[in-house]
């Protein structure tokens, strides 16, 4: 079973900057693709970013596009999202996930973590 944890949310303030992890245990990282999806308040959960096992590829929601960069760092079993030049409409709970090779194109994803909160505003 993969345990997934988020962290690094918080209040930013429009324009800025901030960066979340997730930790991943219970297995190796590596064979798994993830994701980052994100929930605002009497929403959807929505798609934000995905990246291959190794990070050769990646893919954005176009909302996010050229603002939020998706890493992964396998050697330490951590996943990353860097958010760059912050809106508020980006106020979401943030949940990391992972899924095998058919997650790529279904975005549906097995393994959850918690959600971490993210709030921009001034």
């Known amino acids: 079973q993969l345990q997934l944890a988020e962290s690094g949310g918080g209040l930013v303030q429009p324009g800025g900057s901030l960066r979340l992890s997730c930790a991943v245990s219970g297995r190796t990282f590596s064979p798994y693709i993830m994701a980052w999806f994100r929930q605002a308040p009497g929403e959807d959960r929505d798609f934000v970013a995905a990246i291959s096992q190794y990070g050769e590829n990646t893919d954005y929601a176009d909302s996010v596009r050229g603002r939020f960069t998706i890493s992964r760092d396998n050697a330490k079993d951590t996943g990353y999202l860097q958010m760059n030049s912050v809106k508020s409409e980006d106020t979401a709970v943030y949940y990391c996930?992972?899924?095998?090779?058919?997650?790529?194109?279904?975005?549906?994803?097995?393994?959850w973590g918690q959600g971490t909160q993210v709030t921009v505003s001034s």
């Open positions: 996930a992972a899924g095998d090779w058919t997650s790529w194109a279904s975005r549906s994803y097995a393994y």
